[in-house]
């Protein structure tokens, strides 16, 4: 079984996808979506991305697609489902963590010192 380590660092489409898909199963027009709501507008994600990205995590056991319909009478037979998997759960957690912690670390005083000398003085 692959360490969700082993996957790190994720690309920004992946992640941006992973966590629009935390909560529960989507449509990939309610992905996109959600990742630009989830960002305030910064990303704008297209159906190019969107999809070559869920090929990718398809094969990599992160996603799955769902063959249940959350309303079959309002819903697009063509439409595809897809949620996160638990390998999935783990690499996205790995990754908030990871970034968390790169945050953390340049925030730091001692750390923005070191980058910027002059940091603090007139």
Do not use: N
């Not at 990742?35 to 990205?53: A, I, N």
């Amino acid at each position: 079984m692959a360490e969700p380590e082993s996957f790190l660092p994720l690309p920004s489409a992946t992640l941006h996808v992973l966590v629009a898909l935390g909560p529960a199963e989507k449509h990939a027009y309610a992905i996109m979506r959600d990742v630009e709501e989830l960002s305030d507008g910064r990303v704008r994600m297209g159906p190019g991305t969107l999809y070559g990205s869920v090929k990718r995590m398809l094969a990599d056991g992160l996603i799955e697609e769902t063959t249940s319909r959350p309303d079959p009478a309002l819903d697009d037979q063509r439409r595809r489902y897809y949620r996160l998997t638990g390998l999935g759960e783990r690499v996205c957690a790995a990754e908030l963590q990871r970034l968390e912690a790169l945050v953390r670390r340049a925030g730091s005083a001692d750390w923005a010192q070191r980058l910027v000398p002059r940091l603090g003085q007139p």
